[in-house]
C-alpha cells in the first residue's frame, strides 16, 4: 500500500466515526421533527391515518439505526484499526440507513404538501427546512449520501409546490435556494472535515492547531480574543514543529523540557539521541525526496514508542531525540525499554515507492541523574555518546561518560593544531628496516611519521594519523612524507640502490584524484627509481564499493614499477580469497598475531603465509620482539622480518642492528 493510500483510509475512518458520532443527533432530529409535524397536523386538523404510519415506521427505522450505532461503537472498543472490508461494510451499513431516513421525508414532503394548505403547508417547509440546515453538519463526513439526503428532502416539496394546482412559486423558489445554499454549505463542511483529518496524519505535532481551527470554524461567533489566543497558538506551533516531520524541532525541545521542569521539579531526565545509520547513502543513491519520506516514516515509528509524558523530537537532519521523564529509580529501565521499542519499530522494512529499505540507527544515551544540566548540555553529552558507537561500528548504544567529553576536546586540539603542524614544520620521519629472512639484508625500511606539536607535545601516530584521515589532511600530510622520505633514502648514497622505502598511504589518498601522477611527481622531483618505492596499504582496499577505482591506482602504479603491500593483513576488510582481486606484491602479518602467537594466532599466520605464497606473494612479519618469535616465523615460512628485536624506529641509515647476536638461531 503507497503512503498515499493508507493517509486516504486512515482519513476515511476518521470521517465514519465522525458519522456515527453525529449519528444519534441525526436520528433525535429526524424522530423530533417527525414527532413535531404529526403533532402540528393533528392540532390544525390536518392528520391522516398515513402521516400516522409513516412515522412508525420512521421511528421503527431510527431504532434500527441507533441499534447499528451502537454496534459500531462497541466493534470500535474492540479494534483500534479497521480493516478496508470492515471499514465498507459499516459505512455501507451507514449510508442505507441514512438514503432510507431521506426516502421517507421525500415521501411526505411529497405527499403532505399538496395536502395541506397556508400555514401546514408553510410550516412543513419550516421543518424541512431546519432539518436540512441540520444535516448540512451531521453529514458532513459523508459526502454523497449527504448531498442525497439534502436533496431528497428538500427538492420534492420544492418541485411540488411549482406544479401542483395551487401553486406557491415564491415557496418553491425559496426551496430551491435554500437547498442550493445547504449543498454549498454541506460541500464546505465536508472539505474542512477531509482536510483537517489529513493535516492530522500528516503533521501529528499540528493537531491542536488543527482543533482550535475546527472550534474556529464550528463557533464563528467566537469572540476577537478568542481568535486571537488560537492564532498565537498557531504560530507557538509552526516555531516550535519540525515542517517535514511534524514532531518538535529544537525550540520545540528546550520549550518542553523547560515547561516540564518547571510542572514536576522532581524527575529525572534521560536524551536519547537517534542518529540514522548510513542514511545519506538513500539521499545519494535514491533521491532526497525518498530520504525525506524514509525521515517522515521514522518519525511516526518513533511517536508510537513514547507517550505524552515525554517528547519526541528532530535535532536535524537524520537524527533524532526522545527525551524521557521519570522518577529517578525508573528511568534507566525506561530508557532499555524505549530503546529496544525504537529499535524494534525503525528495523522493519520501509516500502516507498516501490523500494523496499532498511534503516538502523545508533544511540547516545545522557542522564540527568544527580546533577542539574539543561537541556543543551543532555542534548551535547547524548550526541557525544552517539558518535562513539559511530566510531565503534553503528547500530548499538553507548552511555555518556566524562571521559567521551576529555576525549571530544582532546580530538578537537589534535584538529586544530593538525592544521598549521605543516607549516610550522613539527612533522619529522624515523625509519624502521625490514630484514630478509634468509640473508639478513636490510632489503627496505618502512617510513613512520612523527609529531611533535609545539601546543601538545609528542602526539602518537595512533591518535593524530585517524583525525587526519577524518578531516581529509592526511592528503597534504601524506605527500609531505613521501617526499621526505624518497629525498632521504637518494640522499643517503651508502644504502645499497636496491634497499625500498615502504611508506603508509590512507585509502582516502588513494582515491584521490591523479593519486599516481602525484608519486610520479615525486620520483621525479627526488631522483629516487621508482622500483625503490613500496607503498603500504590497509586492506580497506577490499572495500567493494571502491574496489574498481582503486584496483584502477594501484594497476597504474604497479605498471610505474612502485611495489604495493598490505599493511595489518588479517585485521580488516579482506580474506584470504581476496587476495586475487587487486594486484599487490606483498602483506605484512599484523603485529597483533605475532605478539599473541597462541594456537589460533598460529592458525592465521601459516594460512596467510601459504595462501600469499601459492599468489606469489611475500609475507612480511612484523612486531618481532622475541628470537623465538623469530624462529617460529622463520619456521613457517616467511620472507621478512620487521620489529623491536632487530631495531627500533630510529634515523637512517640503522646501524645497530642485532638480529645476529643469538648464534644458536639459524641464519
Known amino acids: 500500500m503507497s503512503a498515499g493510500e493508507e493517509l486516504n483510509g486512515k482519513v476515511q475512518r476518521d470521517l465514519l466515526d465522525l458519522a456515527y458520532r453525529n449519528n444519534w443527533a441525526n436520528i433525535l432530529v429526524n424522530l423530533a421533527a417527525g414527532t413535531s409535524m404529526v403533532a402540528m397536523f393533528w392540532l ?26 451502537y454496534l459500531y461503537h462497541l466493534t470500535r472498543e474492540n479494534s483500534t484499526e ?23 421525508w421525500s415521501m411526505v414532503g411529497a405527499i403532505e404538501i399538496p395536502a395541506v394548505q397556508g400555514e401546514s403547508q408553510f410550516l412543513t417547509m419550516i421543518i424541512i427546512a431546519g432539518m436540512a440546515g441540520g444535516a448540512t ?60 483529518f489529513v493535516l492530522k496524519h500528516q503533521n501529528q505535532g499540528l493537531v491542536e492547531d488543527l482543533r482550535q481551527k475546527n472550534r474556529i470554524t464550528e463557533n464563528w461567533n467566537a469572540t476577537l480574543e478568542a481568535r486571537v489566543e488560537q492564532r498565537t497558538e498557531e504560530l507557538r506551533n509552526l516555531v516550535e514543529h519540525d515542517a517535514l516531520t511534524g514532531i518538535l524541532n529544537r525550540d520545540g525541545i528546550v520549550a518542553w523540557f523547560e515547561h516540564k521542569k518547571r510542572s514536576d521539579a522532581l524527575l529525572d531526565y534521560a536524551v536519547l539521541f537517534i542518529d540514522l545509520d548510513r542514511f545519506k547513502q538513500i539521499n545519494d543513491g535514491l533521491s532526497h525526496a525518498i530520504g525525506d519520506e524514509v525521515l517522515r516514516a521514522v518519525s511516526m515509528r518513533l511517536r508510537e514508542c513514547v507517550d505524552d509524558r515525554h517528547a519526541l523530537g528532530r535535532w536535524g537532519g537524520d537524527e533524532f531525540l526522545i527525551v524521557l521523564a521519570a522518577p529517578h529509580e525508573e528511568l534507566h529501565p525506561l530508557v532499555e525499554t524505549t530503546v529496544e521499542l525504537a529499535q524494534r519499530a525503525v528495523n522493519q522494512p520501509i516500502n516507498i515507492v516501490g523500494h523496499t529499505l532498511h534503516v538502523g ?39 555518556y561518560d566524562k571521559m567521551l567529553l576529555t576525549e571530544q576536546e582532546r580530538r578537537l586540539s589534535v584538529t586544530q593544531a593538525l592544521r598549521r603542524a605543516l607549516s610550522a614544520d613539527e612533522f619529522y620521519i624515523e625509519y624502521q628496516p625490514v630484514i630478509d629472512a634468509t640473508r639478513g639484508d636490510i632489503i627496505a625500511y618502512e617510513a613512520l611519521l612523527r609529531w611533535n606539536s609545539a601546543v601538545l607535545g609528542t602526539v602518537p601516530p595512533d591518535e593524530f594519523i585517524p583525525i587526519a584521515e577524518e578531516s581529509a589532511l592526511i592528503v597534504d600530510i601524506g605527500e609531505w612524507c ?13 644504502i645499497p640502490v636496491t634497499t625500498k622505502i615502504a611508506i603508509n598511504v590512507s585509502i582516502r589518498q588513494i582515491v584521490m584524484p591523479n593519486f599516481p601522477d602525484m608519486v610520479s611527481r615525486i620520483l621525479t622531483e627526488t631522483g629516487l627509481a621508482s622500483n625503490r618505492l613500496v607503498l603500504e596499504v590497509t586492506e580497506s582496499i577490499f572495500e567493494k564499493r571502491q574496489t ?36 599487490v606484491d606483498a602483506v605484512k602479518i599484523d603485529k597483533s598475531f605475532v605478539l599473541s602467537m597462541d594456537e589460533n594466532a598460529r592458525v592465521v599466520i601459516e594460512a596467510a603465509i601459504l595462501i600469499a605464497h601459492r599468489f606469489g606473494l611475500k609475507v612480511i612479519a612484523e ?19 620487521q620489529g623491536y628485536f632487530f631495531a627500533r624506529p630510529g634515523q637512517l641509515p640503522c646501524r645497530d642492528i642485532h638480529w645476529q647476536t643469538d648464534p644458536d638461531l639459524p641464519a
Open 44 to 69: 390544525r386538523g390536518d392528520l391522516r391515518a398515513e402521516t400516522v404510519i409513516w412515522l412508525l415506521v420512521v421511528t421503527l427505522i431510527c431504532s434500527i439505526r441507533l441499534w447499528g450505532g
Open 82 to 104: 479497521l480493516s478496508s472490508g470492515l471499514l465498507r461494510k459499516w459505512r455501507f451499513r451507514y449510508q442505507i440507513g441514512v438514503i432510507v431516513t431521506g426516502l421517507l
Open 137 to 196: 453538519g451531521i453529514l458532513a463526513p459523508v459526502f454523497l449520501v449527504g448531498r442525497f439526503y439534502l436533496c431528497a428532502l428538500l427538492l420534492p416539496p420544492a418541485v411540488i409546490l411549482s406544479v401542483m394546482g395551487d401553486a406557491n412559486y415564491i415557496l418553491s423558489a425559496l426551496a430551491l435556494v435554500f437547498l442550493l445554499v445547504m449543498l454549498v454549505t454541506h460541500r464546505n463542511n465536508h472539505a474542512v472535515l477531509f482536510r483537517s
Open 361 to 399: 540507527f545508533s544511540t547516545g544515551v545522557a542522564f540527568s541523574s544527580g546533577r542539574n544540566p539543561s537541556i543543551s548540555e543532555l542534548i551535547h553529552w547524548a550526541d557525544l555518546a552517539a558518535a562513539e558507537v559511530k566510531r565503534s561500528g553503528r547500530g548499538s548504544v553507548h552511555n
Open 482 to 494: 613521501m617526499r621526505c622520505a624518497c629525498q632521504t633514502l637518494h640522499d643517503h648514497t651508502e
Open 548 to 583: 574498481s577505482q582503486i584496483s584502477a591506482v594501484l594497476d597504474h602504479l604497479h605498471a610505474m614499477e612502485v611495489g604495493i603491500h598490505i599493511d595489518d593483513f588479517g585485521t580488516g576488510y579482506s580474506s584470504l580469497s581476496r587476495l586475487h582481486e587487486i594486484h
Open 623 to 641: 612486531g618481532i620482539e622475541t628470537p623465538q618469535q623469530r624462529a617460529e616465523l622463520r619456521a613457517m615460512g616467511v620472507d621478512a622480518y
